[in-house]
């Protein structure tokens, strides 16, 4: 009933941003397997604000003070990450990135992007996928005037993003860019789907059931969660 409950609620929000009547959304966490069990296909918010939303190209941006990052591949296994991390995928997701970093007042947004092997490959030694797709994806974007570098190692690339190096880090699969952002703090963090026709955050955290209805749940996500929508709200507003 729950998991029923939670995607009526996000396919009434988006009607009603797609309406105007709503300037943007923001979402609660979710529990993907109570949406399983009422037989709902989509593995999170970003699939269905993706299709019901009419977009067609979508990408999470998890930020907070110190970082920003943008995920090639969301939802799926590890193995499966690898196989849809293609080409195209990181095209989609260095694009979307030089926009979100846009969207949050960079005007040119350096955009690093992380290997997916470690050390990034070390040359094809540990893997190729950074010099088959990775590489000439981010020739590609930077022929299209986006100001990205890489591939990056992606166990120092935060931390350089965090001084202050990169504005936004592209990263290859969920764990790899949403550790980082975590470890800061959830209270800090916020979810921004990039690529949809209307503003969406979310907080960066799950339904926490282990702790429900004692009264110590922290609220501060989901307060970083308006405020960003506010942000991207007004940004959107303002013309370039």
Sequence with gaps: MSGQAAFDAIVAAIAAAKSAEVSGIVTAPINK??????????????????????????AMMLANDDIRTVLVTIHTS???AIEQGDFDA????????????????????????????????????????EIR????????????????????????????????????????????????????????????????????TSPDHGTAFDIAGQGIADHASLETALAYAQRLVAAKATPN
Excluded at 99 to 110: D, I, S, V, Y
Excluded at 155 to 182: C, E, N
């Design 33 to 58: 397997e109570a949406m399983s069990s009422a037989g709902i296909r989509y593995p999170g918010h970003t699939e269905i604000l993706a299709e019901y939303g009419g977009a067609s190209r979508v």
């Design 78 to 80: 590890l193995r499966k």
């Design 90 to 129: 990181q095209m989609s997701a260095i694009r979307l990135a030089h926009e979100g970093g846009k969207a949050l007042g960079f005007p040119n947004p350096r955009i690093a992007v992380a290997g997916l092997n470690p050390h990034a490959g070390e040359g094809g030694l540990f893997g190729d996928e």
């Design 133 to 200: 797709i990775i590489r000439p994806a981010i020739e590609a974007a930077r022929a299209e005037g986006i100001n990205a570098s890489g591939p990056h190692p992606g166990d120092t690339v935060y931390m350089q993003a965090r001084t202050g190096r990169f504005d936004v880090v592209v990263a290859q699969y969920h764990d790899q860019g949403l550790i980082p952002v975590k470890y800061l703090g959830l209270e800090k963090g916020v979810n921004i789907t990039l690529g949809l026709p209307f503003v969406r």
